[in-house]
């Protein structure tokens, strides 16, 4: 049993640790280290392989940041594609249509409490 290390060959960046592997699993793949040298105690995503030495060390500032920003850009993107399909928790939607009525009609706007009060006399609690 082996550590292995998988990296994308392009960015350099490391995909996957694996602490205990079975080396044969790994053979012929050019990905992959197999019980590297250096593994730095920084966040697997924050690691990229040295491609002069084949070792993991850890990215410079500069280079996390960047990872961070693509990381928070994807999330944000995300986010906004579940918005557009209201891929959301029922309450957030539903907020979120309160706010909207009451903005339509701004000298009687909806509470929770109306809400809530509402839903226990529907349901009869």
Do not use: H, W
């Not at 993107?77 to 979120?96: F, H, T």
């Amino acid at each position: 049993m082996a550590r292995i290390i998988i990296y994308d060959k392009v960015t350099l960046k490391v995909k996957a640790y694996v602490p205990s592997a079975n080396t044969p699993d790994y053979d012929g793949r050019d990905d992959v280290l197999i019980n590297p040298s250096v593994l730095t105690a920084a966040a697997l995503k924050y690691c990229k392989v040295s491609p002069s030495t084949n070792e993991v060390t850890e990215m410079s500032q500069t280079e996390k940041d960047q990872v961070d920003s693509a990381e928070t850009a994807g999330v944000l993107q995300a986010k906004r594609l579940a918005a557009d399909k209201l891929e959301y928790p029922l309450i957030d939607v539903l907020i979120a249509f309160v706010k909207r009525i009451n903005v339509r009609i701004p000298n009687n706007p909806i509470t929770k409490q109306e809400i809530i009060d509402q839903l226990k006399s529907d349901k009869n609690l």
